[in-house]
Every structure is written in C-alpha cells, then in structure tokens.
Nanobody, 126 residues
Framework: QVQLVESGGGLVQAGGSLRLSCAAS????????MGWFRQAPGKEREFVGA????????YYADSMKGRFTISRDTAKNTVDQQMNSLKPEDTAVYYC???????????????????WGQGTQVTVSS
C-alpha cells in the first residue's frame, strides 16, 4: 500500500556513477525493508539489493557487491542506492520496492515485496 517514487536515473559512461533515490509515502515507514530490482529489455526483473529497515543491514546480488551501496534515511522515509563503476550490462529500468512484512521466501524474491515504484531508467554507455 505504500507509495514509492524513484529518481536519479540517467545516462552515464562506463565506469561512472549514479545515485538513485526512492521516497516512500507516509510519516514513517514501518515495514520490514526496502529493495532495488532492475529489468533490462527482454529479461526478467532481477534483484539488486535491499536494506532491512530496523537495523540497516544490507543484502546485495553478487554482481553488485563492492560497486553498489544501499542506505536509508529513516527520518525522511527514503532509501538511496549509490552505484559506482557502472557497466553497460547495468543498463536497465531500476525499481524500488517495499517489503512490508517478513513474508515470502527471501529478499531476492520479488514476490516478497508488496509495493513498487514506477521505475527509473539507467543507461550506461560503453
């Protein structure tokens, strides 16, 4: 039910950086956590990373470890994703998602999330 709005996407050269932001509606986000997924043309939506809201513990897909960093601001109900050393294969629409409760199989499963943003385009040129 929470409304999410992503921002910060754009066009960058390989090796460059972008910072994505996701704002959640409401005074305070009381869910289990928030995550980032991405979807390239012709491919399924895949897990990028997530952050547990109560303590800030983060989870990342192997290909993003060391390059992407997820952080949260509990006062502003926002979650950011700093993306460094971007590669052309990172080109995709990036979605913010909210996991309201500890349900579903894992952070990696999109079915564990019950709210989604509209997505923001990230394009990395070679």
């Amino acid at each position: 039910q929470v409304q999410l709005v992503e921002s910060g996407g754009g066009l960058v050269q390989a090796g460059g950086s972008l910072r994505l932001s996701c704002a959640a509606s409401g005074r305070t986000f009381s869910g289990y956590g928030m995550g980032w997924f991405r979807q390239a043309p012709g491919k399924e939506r895949e897990f990028v990373g997530a952050i547990r809201w109560n303590d800030g513990y983060t989870y990342y897909a192997d290909s993003m470890k060391g390059r992407f960093t997820i952080s949260r601001d509990t006062a502003k109900n926002t979650v950011d994703q700093q993306m460094n050393s971007l590669k052309p294969e990172d080109t995709a629409v990036y979605y913010c998602a909210a996991r309201s409760k500890v349900t579903g199989s894992s952070w990696y499963d999109l079915r564990s999330y019950d709210s989604w943003g509209q997505g923001t385009q990230v394009t990395v040129s070679s």
